[in-house]
């Protein structure tokens, strides 16, 4: 069983330009969620998709955006960046739409850099 | 919102000695409750969740939580600590408004000393 994988590991930017960040879900897993953890600080939820629609939305700005394909992997998507969007990006997936019922499966994250 | 609270920012224990970390959450009814662990450089693992029933839950690692509605409390405990249990702790809570998501603490980095 493969797990959940992230690319890449790490990519520095600067300020203003734009990041694509992608994620492979576990296998038969059809919901992924993303995260965003600043240093020393627990993850914040940005965005859940299942089955290719958006279903779930933190407190995030619309400069991040995400899609979902369908084999189910997903992309992270950041315009403008700014120096506070340094942080590691975590990929989660589960099965089921993402209820609690279901755990949701971490991959290592990719570290984003801005300069 | 439901949020959780982690007292504790950095906890150390010697190696063989019992280890409790500190949870506290903000909710009416019963949440969705889970711990989780992170190694330096990696990701997320689930320990344990919570979610209805008995309320001593028993996870992987020789970990174990319990859930007190009273005190609002879902305590992550272990008898003995290992060396390899050094790692940042996360305890979230499920928060169904947007999506399913976890809405994670701040952490707790455990420090084992020998």
């Known amino acids: 069983e493969t797990g959940v994988t992230q690319s890449p590991t790490h990519l520095i930017k600067t300020r203003g330009q734009q990041v694509t960040l992608r994620c492979s879900s576990q296998s038969g897993h059809n919901t992924v969620s993303w995260y965003q953890q600043a240093l020393g600080q627990g993850p914040q939820f940005i965005f859940q998709y299942y089955r290719e629609e958006e279903n779930g939305r933190g407190n995030f700005p619309p400069r991040f955006s995400g899609l979902q394909f369908p084999n189910y992997s997903s992309e992270l998507n950041v315009n403008a960046l700014e120096l506070d969007d340094s942080a590691l990006y975590l990929c989660a997936s589960s099965l089921g739409g993402g209820g609690f019922n279901q755990p949701q499966h971490f991959g290592d994250g990719t570290r984003l850099s801005i300069l | ?114």
Do not use: M
């Open chain 2, 1 to 114: 919102a439901q949020s959780v609270t982690q007292p504790d920012i950095h906890i150390t224990v010697s190696e063989g000695a019992s280890l409790e970390l500190r949870c506290n959450y903000s909710y009416g009814a019963t949440p969705y409750l889970f711990w989780y662990v992170q190694s330096p450089g990696q990701g997320l693992q689930l320990l344990l969740k919570y979610f209805s029933g008995d309320t001593l839950v028993q996870g992987i690692k020789g970990f174990e939580a319990e859930f007190k509605r009273s005190q609002s409390s879902f305590n992550l405990r272990k008898p003995s600590v290992h060396w390899s249990d050094a790692a940042e702790y996360f305890c979230a809570v499920g928060e169904s408004n947007s999506g399913y998501a976890l809405n994670f603490g701040k952490g707790t980095s455990l420090l084992v000393t020998p």
